[in-house]
């Protein structure tokens, strides 16, 4: 009966919205577990089914002719889905997706002498080097840690050094750490340097410095963990030598292209932004904007007195756009706006030798890129000519820019990376970071709009799955993670995976999403679990009207804000879901905000006017009416809780408090949490065990496929991060 009504209600479009939590008391009672799939079950495997549609064939003599039309036409649509079956592309290992890449992160070193890139060693993912010409198969390591993977890294400007950040355990309390790759040979590892060495200090670089190649400056919380104050910082031997205290509430420094301290950013407490300049006889303000508008500092221009702003403050603008600003005067000069119309400014790219602007770029469905600069914009049609219709990247060229890295991708292929000369204009292959994933069986991404609750049109991407046709699919529903960012045209691993299990994906950009103007933007505020919840819900009525969806075998998954939107939809649309998934997802907003890490004090203000005020009795009926958490008795789809323990954004209580409150009702609920991860899983054995236990819950409840086998390690592993949810303690 829960079925029929969950379907019921999409057809009819007479689903609640969101926030009218009072009408969605008893409207859905608890579906139960396998309910939607049992149909599929008995028409693909029951193994006597030939054999019946044989004996009846063979007694058509005897039979009514209707009754030999209608056995004939059953037997065709049973043939038909056989064929149907068979054509389905194969079940991809999930460690094809999800495994640490073979090889990925790869940077040139400044002379262009070397190659260096991100590879697993000893099962963790570690920085190797090779050089230039040599093959990949003969790179050494240079860096053997054991603890978490590497995550990203970059060269010193001489070359002499590869520097990177690692926390403990995702606690993002981030160290600087320096290796000397020239000390590593075939056996021979060296040890990396921790250079900022400090615990519960969480370090920022700002400005990696162009004319000493041995200082970067930082900024380091050490002294007030809300506020980072200025060091420099020598890579060579760990010298910290404190350059500003930070007492004003500057978030951020920038530095010239000949090193000199010139702006800063400050965060008043009411959330109004300043861009200060900063000179030997004192600061000046050049320019303020409030928290519902947008703007910052992108790059000096090569005069070092002027800088590129990207700004949409005033009335009269929605979309940010592109500005000089002189910084002795603080007057703006108009530079660009998107041609088209529809999107923010998107990027800026700057020749590292010249200083001049190569391109702009823009996303609207897909990237658009606005080339200044004519000879490299032959360098682009020169590989677009040889690669075909990818998307492009250029990055990490050489100190002279006569070799470049480039990126070639698509929304069905992870992507190869080559090596661009610009001398002779050629391109060598130098890796695919994922060889193994078949592509063909890949399925592709397209944009969809469709109008959420109040008439908003809602741009969103949308996977359906190669082989299996475009109706009456079940659904599943990822909304990304910010709330404050967006989803993008290309590869995603999630996508691809849970198409290949036999799923539609929807990604919507729900309202409050970046890059589609500050209007947009503002219609999220204060919309959790509301209008927010609304354009993600009606994206499900869009695919359900069109019949590509079947209402009955729809589920949400999600990370951090997408975990939110899960418990969300089904606390407050518990007609809607079949299943959820949150993902380090947060479920009482009040206690969210009272917990954010101390080195977001600068956002507290912003958190309270884009989400609400805790403090205040109206803020806080508000907050406490958007978390699910005290709608959980609404809940009545399984629920798949996903956490790590040392996530300082989501704090684990976030996700025990849920827990709680649907075992105290008797309701079930599955419950991971990994001990060495914070906010997303960084290791491959945590991912690839939450993967298997996710891809199994999926389809138990909304009838998917999934593959049953796993390493002797993944099975250890996810054993040992699985709650037994009985021992799980509601926090203080």
Known sequence: MASVTRGVLLKNRVFPKAPTIKALEGVFDKKKEGNTNKKNRHFFNNSDKNNIFTRQT????????????????????????????????????????????????????????????????????NIWIKTREASFEEAIPVTAVTERPIMGYFWSRDGKYLLYVMDKGGDENFNIYAVDPKEASAGVIPEARNITNMEGVRAAIYHISRIDPDLMFVGLNSRDKAWHDLYSLKISTGELTLMRE????????????????????????????????????????????????????????????????????????????????????????????????????????????????????????????????????????????????????????????????????????????YLFDTQDQSLAFQYSPRPDIPTEHLSPMTSIRYPSS?????????????????????????????????????????????????????????RGSTGFGKAYLNAGNKAWGELMQDDITWGVQYLVDQGIADPERVAIFGGSYGGYATLAGLAFTPDVYAAGVSFVGPSNLITLLNSIPPYWEAARTTFHIRMGDPSTPEGQAQLEKQSPLFSADKIAAPLLVVQGQNDPRVKKAESDQIVVALRERGFPVEYINAPDEGHGFARPVNTMAFIAAMEKFLATHVGGRYQETMTDEVARRLEEITVDVSTVTMPE
């Open 454 to 510: 109040d008439g908003m049109e809602i741009q969103a991407y949308l996977v359906l799955p190669k082989g299996f046709g475009e109706k009456d699919l079940p659904l599943i529903v990822h909304p990304h993670g910010g709330p404050w960012a967006r989803d993008y045209w290309g590869y995603n691993g999630y996508a691809q995976f849970m198409a290949n299990r036999g799923y539609a994906v929807l990604m919507p950009n729900f």
């Open 246 to 417: 930070n007492t004003n509430r500057y978030t951020g420094w920038m530095f010239d292209y000949e090193d000199k301290l010139r702006l800063a950013m400050r965060s008043l407490p009411d959330g109004t932004e300043e861009l200060w300049r900063i000179d030997q006889e004192g600061e000046t303000l050049l320019f303020s904007w409030n928290v519902l508008e947008t703007a910052y500092p992108a790059a000096f221009q090569k005069d070092n007195q002027h800088v590129y702003m990207i700004s949409n403050v005033g009335e009269d603008k929605d979309l940010t756009e592109l500005f000089l600003m002189d910084i002795e005067t603080g007057e703006m000069e108009f530079v660009e706006r998107d041609p088209e119309g529809r999107a923010d400014f998107g990027g800026l790219g700057i020749s590292d030798k010249t200083l001049e602007v190569l391109l702009t770029t823009y996303t609207d469905e897909k990237a658009r890129y606005y080339f200044k600069d004519e000879t490299f914009e032959g360098h682009y049609n020169t590989v677009k000519a040889e690669l075909g219709d990818k998307e492009y990247n250029f990055f990490s060229p050489t100190l002279d820019e006569r070799f470049w890295l480039v990126s070639a991708s698509s929304d069905v292929d992870p992507g190869s990376v």
């Open 58 to 125: 063979l007694n058509f003599a005897t039979m009514n002719k209707k009754i030999l039309l209608f056995v004939l036409m059953i037997g065709a649509i049973a043939y038909s889905c056989q064929e149907q079956k068979q054509d389905l592309p194969p079940l991809i290992d999930r460690e094809v997706f999800f495994d640490d890449p073979q090889i990925t992160g790869s940077q040139l070193s400044p002379d262009g002498a070397y190659i260096s890139f991100l590879s697993p060693y000893e099962d963790t993912r």
